[in-house]
């Protein structure tokens, strides 16, 4: 099994920056990629950024390119998330995710939520304006 426990969620103005961490514990050998994911109230949980972990590979939704930054400590077993420039649309529960085997290759992580095995709790943003 794999453990994931996230932090660094908070209330924030817009225009300001929170840094999401992600830490795993158990099975941390068994994942590959990991990702962010985060659901705003009555709206679909959507993929915001992704990382091939030790290959380095990304994705970033459109709607947060040039604003958010994933990054990885291995020797931490964390994966984090930069968010700059935050908007009040950003405001969602974030979950980070974990999970192998994605069919589409190495070039670019899974950004879709079937993809990922393992799941935290979550951690919650607001931004407001």
């Known amino acids: 099994q794999v453990q994931l426990v996230e932090s660094g969620g908070g209330s924030v103005q817009a225009g300001g920056s929170l840094r999401l961490s992600c830490a795993a514990s158990?099975?941390?050998?068994?994942?590959?990629?990991m990702g962010w994911f985060r659901q705003a109230p009555g709206k679909e949980r959507e993929g915001v950024a992704a990382i091939y972990i030790n290959i380095g590979t990304t994705f970033y939704a459109d709607s947060v390119k040039g604003r958010f930054t994933i990054s990885q400590d291995n020797a931490k077993n964390t994966v984090y998330l930069q968010m700059n420039s935050l908007k009040p649309e950003d405001t969602a529960m974030y979950f980070c995710?974990?999970?192998?085997?994605?069919?589409?290759?190495?070039?670019?992580?899974?950004?879709?939520?079937?993809?990922?095995?393992?799941w935290g709790q979550g951690t919650q943003v607001t931004v407001s304006s």
């Open positions: 158990g099975y941390t050998w068994y994942y590959n990629y």
């Open positions: 995710a974990a999970g192998r085997g994605y069919a589409g290759g190495t070039n670019r992580p899974p950004r879709t939520s079937e993809w990922y095995n393992y």
